[in-house]
């Protein structure tokens, strides 16, 4: 799933304005990664206005979740074992310490 560089939104039907979807993905990762609020974003990004409208709404329409959907099956098709679950890791007995016993993990 890529985000074409001149994928456009419009900020403003009626007057036209619009801008770069990439700027306000990154402005929305910018802000996840600093843990800073809406109103606190750069001038770099566009108003946090139209981020925060453009997040709610890709919310509400689950965009997130089929974006986290493409990205685990595109992870899935990159490694084809079929025995790889992501969700569980397993510790090899050395890495535990002398003396220890590693945990037994279920499934």
């Known amino acids: ?3 074409s560089p001149k994928c456009q939104y419009s900020s403003c039907p009626a007057h036209g304005r619009g801008g770069d979807r990439r700027l306000v993905l990154d402005a929305i990762f910018y802000l996840v990664r600093s843990g800073i609020t809406w109103r606190a974003l750069p001038s770099d990004f ?3 206005q139209t981020v925060y409208a453009l997040f709610r709404r890709w919310t509400c329409g689950r965009a997130w979740c089929r974006i986290c959907g493409a990205l685990r099956d595109r992870a899935h ?3 084809p074992r079929p025995d790889k679950d992501v969700t569980v890791r397993q510790m090899h007995p050395r890495t535990v310490g002398p003396g ?5 993990l279920s499934r």
């Open 46 to 48: 566009p108003p946090h």
């Open 1 to 3: 799933m890529r985000v």
């Open 77 to 79: 098709l990159a490694d």
């Open 100 to 104: 220890k016993k590693a945990p037994i």
